[in-house]
Nanobody
Framework: QVQLVESGGGLVQAGGSLRLSCVVS????????MGWFRQAPGKEREFVAA????????RYSDSVKGRFTISRDNTKNTVYLQMNSLEPEDTAVYYC?????????????????WGQGTQVTVSS
């Protein structure tokens, strides 16, 4: 049974940083494309970033490009999201997701496995 568990969320002031982690168990992590998504209150879930199986390719939404960095450690079955220069608009529940394929998708329905989410709140 595949499980994804996020951690690292919290409350931070605008301009601050947080690093989210997501540990995957029950599947071959190195064969999974990993993504981060977020959902703000009253809004639809949206793509944030994704990373290829080897870590050699990444994708970002325009809203976070240059501020967020996705990375992975295949020896620890963990994917990270380093978030810098946080803005109040980044406030959301952040979810990690996995799919066992090849393409670094940005679309939600391509990901079959999801974590429970971690809350990130950025105060102004």
């Amino acid at each position: 049974q595949v499980q994804l568990v996020e951690s690292g969320g919290g409350l931070v002031q605008a301009g601050g940083s947080l690093r989210l982690s997501c540990v995957v168990s029950g599947g071959t992590f190195s064969a999974a494309v990993m993504g981060w998504f977020r959902q703000a209150p009253g809004k639809e879930r949206e793509f944030v970033a994704a990373i290829a199986r080897s870590g050699g390719s990444t994708r970002y939404s325009d809203s976070v490009k240059g501020r967020f960095t996705i990375s992975r450690d295949n020896t620890k079955n963990t994917v990270y999201l380093q978030m810098n220069s946080l803005e109040p608009e980044d406030t959301a529940v952040y979810y990690c997701a996995a799919h066992w394929g090849y393409s670094v998708f940005s679309t939600i329905n391509q990901y079959g496995y999801w974590g429970q989410g971690t809350q990130v709140t950025v105060s102004s």
